[in-house]
């Protein structure tokens, strides 16, 4: 890896861990840095991350909903949870959007800390991976959707047009 200074601006020491291991974990990048993951999300390379609005947050999980089996990821500094099954419908009640279905994916999510919602398209172990990230008010990954995967590791052809698509739209309105 390039030398940086640990004085040079958190931009350029993002940049420099990712022009040195473009595929590395995003999470480690922010944690050597110091700083939350939405600032390594806007020094990725241009559309790689498009954001929208977090106030998008139920109209994305709608359209979640019909995607299939995807791959649900909670990301903290103690770990990674991974979950594959559908995006179960949900509601706003009690201060919580609800998840609810038949589907090992459930529990109740603060939409309302949903600041800004990414759509990442970057390759992640030498492969393209596409997800959509809810960014809470902090700048951290709340959870992440992952466009799944056929037997053979390529992304799912349906899917992965569902998440241009839903991507598009929602720049389009930036």
Not at 24 to 39: F, H, Q, R, W
Not at 51 to 57: H, T
Not at 131 to 154: H, P, T, Y
Not at 155 to 173: G, I, P, V
Request: hydrophobic share 40%.
């Amino acid at each position: 890896m390039a030398q940086v200074s640990p004085l040079a601006r958190p931009e350029d020491r993002i940049r420099a861990q990712l022009a040195a291991k473009p595929d590395g974990v995003l999470e480690t990048i922010a944690a050597d840095v110091g700083v939350p993951l939405a600032d390594v999300l806007a020094c990725l390379p241009e559309g790689a991350s498009v954001p929208a609005d977090g106030s998008a947050f139920e109209e994305i999980w709608k359209d979640l909903v019909a995607w299939g089996e995807i791959t649900f990821v909670v990301h903290t500094r103690d770990g990674v949870f991974e979950c594959k099954g559908g995006i179960p419908s949900g509601s706003f009640g009690r201060g919580y959007f609800n998840v609810h279905g038949d589907s090992p994916i459930g529990g109740h999510l603060r939409a309302d800390r949903c600041q800004s919602i990414h759509f990442v398209d970057r390759p992640f172990f030498g492969k393209r991976s596409c997800s959509v990230q809810f960014i809470n008010l902090e700048g951290e990954a709340m959870f992440k959707v992952f466009v799944g995967r056929n037997g053979d590791r390529s992304l799912k052809t349906e899917q992965l047009a569902r998440f241009e698509a839903l991507r598009d739209r929602m720049a389009a309105r930036s």
